[in-house]
């Protein structure tokens, strides 16, 4: 590879579909966090020098052009380069050009931010390579568990393999189901709590619905709380309080043409688009409550860049470590790395699932075009 | 150039069968006569503890390493290399990291891993290179170990310094310069089974890498076998008891064989030298005399393989397939009947030549480089002298001569002129 100190370049790639919000505020924040990085203050005009690096990088989502811009900066730095998945991971075409990227740069680790479906695929993609998936977006448990039938079943077998070097920075589904069913109970005044289930072929919906199942199953042992299933809207309308777990598309196509809607409305994360909601203490004829994770994609994606900054940084220093440290597993370093003081409090790793931050609800409302 | 050995062997070519052991394919070196009498002429009480300690002493001093304590002695390499990957299994946390290999390796080296290794294992397919029309150079290797750096991040990389088969030399140096950008912990593993005694190998170099294993009984020309390993963090290898064969500890001291270790010792002082110079001086002399061969073969009856300035004492030729049985006489038989085998749904292998690599499972037998190629390999080392370079090449194109004088269709299909009759009628 060129580079004008003659020393690969280190790189940790961001993968998905760069039309979506959660991906774009990814790459934002690790831009911003890589500028600081790659312009030191002892380099002059910097505040010049930064905006321009920051103007050539964000918008840009072509890995080559990324990769040319940064290479003056390689020295000590991991090169955070974009490649899109385009929304669909399980494509020849993604599956060339992440092979082509591992073959011609260095990535030492992946920040996944796409979706769970897609996050399954470029697992299945990477097959039996121990490179380290970071992944910030993507809400399914299944995602980083074993389960017996993919112990048998060839076609699943590397996207379980790869489970043991990927870290899931996001909390899994439990954790949200929870908040979202104890905001719905708190809610009901008739003991009862619609979940909308569309029946969406994707991991994240029926992972999610299955476990709020689950949740109410268990209240209802010791309460009267009920849950009651449904796939036709207008149920949904008449109800007081109801549950809906799936994407924003899909809220856009079921949920807001409808003309009556429920008192109180929960949307999981899946609606979350810092575009389109806003906090609200407004008490309007819908009340929507909305799930997302404590910490926001944006501030995952600069610690999960920041982790393997500091790793690798380490890693450099391989003279100084015994061999048995040095065949600690790159994951490993990574997962230790983010429970570190520098991370605050927000990752604690019980396998590879973050336990930490967890789910919080807030009233919101549509922003204002 | 003339070496000066202390005892010299003598080839016959009216004895054919004396040749196979003269240059043998898998160059375990003739044993000098002094080396042979002193083994004989020993006191009935050598000390064992003494024996080993000596060797350690004696073969740090050889490789010019500061420590000699991070030596450790094993019944032969492939016990060498089992321990080190037994080792690096301990070590690993859940005993699981990723291997990468090259095809060209000994095939015992892949049983080895077969069994010992728990975790991915990445084959890297060298052999298309090496033996491409034309051969290969090192920018085309270190482009292939590049992309399976990239792809694989190993925890442990294993490879030959010099491949047995081809005789080519890698560049380790250059290797581990990747490694170190690409990779900076992973764990470099070299084997130089065909490196130390035929080539110079800098202390420096021993230094960079992170376990050197190589033969007491192939070019250094002790008593078979001893295997050595050189590790520069050798806290965690424990040699002061490698439980095989060789223990520092007398009453665990295991099968190991006091007059190999005697014999070593001696053997050894035929490459000593303190500046390096002799070393030097066997690595140009063997190279000469490859090149001497390779200049003699008729180029009609035999195909050499072309591996530009990285010759050493090594030359791989491939007789045209009307010799048959008769160069066997001459040259150890083929490799034709080795194989690599790999089982498990963790074993994949990556093409060296593949733009856009391709990560081939792989679960079972893989296509060992000498696989229909015809293999012949001849070693030259310190003790042969330029006649008997001479006479060697004469008798193989004197016998490849009288073969096609018969035009006795073997099983590769008959002459080198008949093939080419039947080309020209096919056209």
Same mark, same amino acid.
């Given at each position: 590879?060129?580079?004008?100190?003659?020393?690969?370049?280190?790189?940790?790639?961001?993968?998905?579909?760069?039309?979506?919000?959660? #991906?774009?505020?990814?790459?934002?924040?690790?831009?911003?966090?890589?500028?600081?990085?790659?312009?030191?203050?002892?380099?002059?005009?910097?505040?010049?020098?930064?905006?321009?690096?920051?103007?050539?990088?964000?918008?840009?989502?072509?890995?080559?052009?990324?990769?040319?811009?940064?290479?003056?900066?390689?020295?000590?730095?991991?090169?955070?380069?974009?490649?899109?998945?385009?929304?669909?991971?399980?494509?020849?075409?993604?599956?060339?050009?992440?092979?082509?990227?591992?073959?011609?740069?260095?990535?030492?680790?992946? +920040?996944?931010?796409?979706?769970?479906?897609?996050?399954?695929?470029?697992?299945?993609?990477?097959?039996?390579?121990? +490179?380290?998936?970071?992944?910030?977006?993507?809400?399914?448990?299944?995602?980083?568990? +074993?389960?017996?039938?993919?112990?048998?079943?060839?076609?699943?077998?590397?996207? #379980?393999?790869?489970?043991?070097?990927?870290?899931?920075?996001?909390?899994?589904?439990?954790?949200?189901?929870?908040?979202?069913?104890?905001?719905?109970?708190?809610?009901?005044?008739?003991?009862?709590?619609?979940?909308?289930?569309?029946?969406?072929?994707?991991?994240?919906?029926?992972?999610?619905?299955?476990?709020?199942?689950?949740?109410?199953?268990?209240?209802?042992?010791?309460?009267?709380?009920?849950?009651?299933?449904?796939?036709?809207?207008?149920?949904?309308?008449?109800?007081?309080?109801?549950?809906?777990?799936?994407?924003?598309?899909?809220?856009?196509?079921? +949920?807001?043409?409808?003309?009556?809607?429920?008192?109180?409305?929960?949307?999981?994360?899946?609606?979350?688009?810092?575009?389109?909601? #806003?906090?609200? #203490?407004?008490?309007?004829?819908?009340?929507?409550?909305?799930?997302?994770?404590?910490?926001?994609?944006?501030?995952?994606?600069?610690?999960?860049?920041?982790?393997?900054?500091?790793?690798?940084?380490?890693?450099?220093?391989?003279?100084?470590?015994?061999?048995?440290?040095?065949?600690?597993?790159?994951?490993?370093?990574?997962?230790?790395?983010?429970?570190?003081?520098?991370?605050?409090?927000?990752?604690?790793?019980?396998?590879?699932?973050?336990?930490?931050?967890?789910?919080?609800?807030?009233?919101?409302?549509?922003?204002?075009? | 150039?003339?070496?000066?050995?202390?005892?010299?062997?003598?080839?016959?070519?009216?004895?054919?069968?004396?040749?196979?052991?003269?240059?043998?394919?898998?160059?375990?070196?003739?044993?000098?006569?002094?080396?042979?009498?002193?083994?004989?002429?020993?006191?009935?009480?050598?000390?064992?503890?003494?024996?080993?300690?000596?060797?350690?002493?004696?073969?740090?001093?050889?490789?010019?390493?500061?420590?000699?304590?991070?030596?450790?002695?094993?019944?032969?390499?492939?016990?060498?290399?089992?321990?080190? !990957?037994?080792?690096?299994?301990?070590?690993?946390?859940?005993?699981?990291?990723?291997?990468?290999?090259?095809?060209?390796?000994?095939?015992?080296?892949?049983?080895?891993?077969?069994?010992?290794?728990?975790?991915?294992?990445?084959?890297?397919?060298?052999? *298309?290179?090496?033996?491409?029309?034309?051969?290969?150079?090192?920018?085309?290797?270190?482009?292939?170990?590049?992309?399976?750096?990239?792809?694989?991040?190993?925890?442990?990389?294993?490879?030959?310094?010099?491949?047995?088969?081809?005789?080519?030399?890698?560049?380790?140096?250059?290797?581990?310069?990747?490694?170190?950008?690409?990779?900076?912990?992973?764990?470099?593993?070299?084997?130089?089974?065909?490196?130390?005694?035929?080539?110079?190998?800098?202390?420096? !170099?021993?230094?960079?890498?992170?376990?050197?294993?190589?033969?007491?009984?192939?070019?250094?020309?002790?008593?078979?076998?001893?295997?050595?390993?050189?590790?520069?963090?050798?806290?965690?290898?424990?040699?002061?008891?490698?439980?095989?064969?060789?223990?520092?500890?007398?009453?665990?001291?295991?099968?190991?064989?006091?007059?190999?270790?005697?014999?070593?010792?001696?053997?050894?002082?035929?490459?000593?030298?303190?500046?390096?110079?002799?070393?030097?001086?066997?690595?140009?002399?063997?190279?000469?005399?490859?090149?001497?061969?390779?200049?003699?073969?008729?180029?009609?009856?035999?195909?050499?393989?072309?591996?530009?300035?990285?010759?050493?004492?090594?030359?791989?030729?491939?007789?045209?397939?009307?010799?048959?049985? *008769?160069?066997?006489?001459?040259?150890?038989?083929?490799?034709?009947?080795?194989?690599?085998?790999?089982?498990?749904?963790?074993?994949?292998?990556?093409?060296?030549?593949?733009?856009?690599?391709?990560?081939?499972?792989?679960?079972?037998?893989?296509?060992?480089?000498?696989?229909?190629?015809?293999?012949?390999?001849?070693?030259?080392?310190?003790?042969?002298?330029?006649?008997?370079?001479?006479?060697?090449?004469?008798?193989?194109?004197?016998?490849?001569?009288?073969?096609?004088?018969?035009?006795?269709?073997?099983?590769?299909?008959?002459?080198?002129?008949?093939? *080419?009759?039947?080309?020209?009628?096919?056209?």
């Amino acid at each position: 590879m060129p580079s004008p100190h003659n020393i690969e370049p280190a790189v940790v790639l961001l993968v998905g579909d760069f039309q979506d919000a959660f #991906t774009v505020e990814a790459w934002k924040a690790i831009v911003e966090e890589v500028v600081n990085e790659a312009v030191r203050p002892a380099s002059g005009s910097i505040a010049e020098r930064r905006m321009r690096l920051k103007e050539q990088l964000l918008g840009c989502y072509e890995t080559e052009p990324v990769f040319n811009c940064l290479t003056a900066f390689s020295e000590n730095l991991v090169l955070p380069l974009p490649l899109p998945d385009g929304g669909v991971a399980s494509s020849p075409h993604f599956l060339s050009a992440l092979l082509r990227t591992l073959a011609n740069y260095n990535v030492v680790a992946i +920040i996944s931010s796409g979706t769970a479906t897609n996050t399954t695929h470029l697992f299945r993609h990477l097959g039996p390579l121990p +490179i380290p998936v970071l992944v910030v977006v993507a809400t399914v448990s299944d995602l980083l568990r +074993i389960h017996p039938s993919e112990r048998t079943n060839p076609t699943d077998r590397h996207a #379980t393999l790869r489970r043991s070097n990927a870290l899931r920075l996001i909390p899994n589904n439990e954790r949200q189901a929870v908040a979202i069913a104890l905001q719905a109970m708190s809610l009901s005044l008739t003991h009862s709590v619609t979940l909308f289930d569309a029946s969406a072929p994707d991991y994240y919906v029926t992972d999610l619905i299955r476990v709020l199942r689950d949740q109410f199953a268990e209240a209802s042992q010791s309460s009267r709380m009920q849950l009651r299933v449904t796939n036709d809207s207008s149920e949904l309308a008449k109800t007081d309080v109801g549950v809906f777990v799936g994407y924003l598309s899909q809220y856009d196509n079921v +949920i807001a043409p409808l003309k009556q809607r429920p008192k109180h409305l929960v949307l999981s994360d899946g609606c979350y688009d810092p575009l389109r909601w #806003t906090p609200t #203490t407004d008490d309007i004829a819908t009340n929507i409550w909305l799930a997302q994770p404590r910490h926001r994609v944006q501030t995952l994606a600069v610690d999960a860049y920041a982790a393997v900054l500091q790793v690798w940084r380490e890693s450099l220093r391989h003279e100084q470590h015994p061999v048995d440290e040095r065949l600690e597993s790159a994951t490993t370093l990574l997962r230790l790395a983010l429970e570190g003081v520098e991370f605050g409090d927000r990752y604690s790793f019980s396998a590879r699932e973050n336990t930490s931050g967890g789910y919080r609800i807030d009233l919101v409302q549509e922003r204002s075009k | 150039m003339t070496i000066k050995s202390i005892a010299r062997h003598t080839f016959s070519s009216n004895e054919p069968n004396n040749a196979s052991k003269y240059f043998d394919t898998a160059s375990i070196g003739m044993q000098s006569e002094t080396t042979t009498a002193f083994v004989n002429d020993r006191g009935a009480n050598v000390a064992w503890t003494r024996a080993v300690d000596t060797v350690r002493r004696k073969f740090g001093h050889f490789l010019r390493v500061e420590r000699e304590q991070n030596i450790g002695i094993y019944y032969n390499t492939t016990a060498a290399i089992q321990r080190v !990957l037994v080792r690096l299994s301990r070590l690993l946390p859940h005993g699981i990291g990723t291997l990468l290999v090259t095809d060209i390796e000994y095939p015992g080296v892949f049983a080895a891993v077969e069994e010992l290794w728990r975790g991915p294992v990445a084959v890297l397919q060298l052999s *298309k290179l090496i033996w491409q029309p034309g051969g290969t150079t090192d920018e085309l290797l270190l482009a292939a170990f590049g992309r399976a750096l990239r792809l694989v991040k190993p925890t442990v990389l294993y490879f030959s310094h010099i491949a047995r088969t081809s005789g080519y030399t890698l560049p380790v140096d250059a290797i581990v310069s990747l490694v170190r950008q690409i990779s900076p912990r992973t764990f470099v593993f070299v084997d130089g089974a065909q490196a130390v005694g035929n080539i110079t190998v800098p202390a420096k !170099l021993l230094e960079q890498v992170d376990a050197y294993v190589t033969s007491g009984h192939k070019w250094l020309c002790g008593m078979t076998t001893l295997g050595l390993l050189y590790a520069r963090d050798a806290p965690v290898w424990g040699f002061d008891d490698p439980a095989q064969s060789y223990s520092l500890k007398t009453l665990s001291s295991g099968s190991g064989v006091i007059d190999v270790l005697l014999s070593f010792q001696k053997a050894l002082e035929d490459f000593g030298g303190k500046d390096g110079s002799r070393t030097l001086q066997i690595e140009l002399h063997n190279r000469g005399l490859a090149e001497r061969f390779v200049s003699l073969l008729d180029n009609d009856l035999f195909d050499v393989q072309g591996i530009g300035s990285r010759r050493n004492g090594i030359v791989a030729f491939q007789p045209q397939g009307y010799l048959g049985s *008769k160069v066997a006489d001459y040259t150890f038989g083929t490799m034709e009947s080795e194989y690599l085998r790999l089982y498990g749904d963790k074993r994949f292998l990556i093409d060296a030549q593949d733009a856009i690599p391709v990560l081939r499972e792989l679960n079972g037998e893989i296509a060992a480089e000498t696989k229909g190629r015809n293999i012949r390999r001849a070693s030259f080392h310190y003790y042969h002298s330029e006649e008997d370079v001479k006479r060697f090449a004469d008798s193989l194109n004197l016998a490849a001569k009288a073969a096609q004088r018969k035009s006795v269709p073997d099983d590769r299909g008959g002459s080198k002129a008949a093939h *080419k009759r039947s080309v020209a009628r096919a056209q």
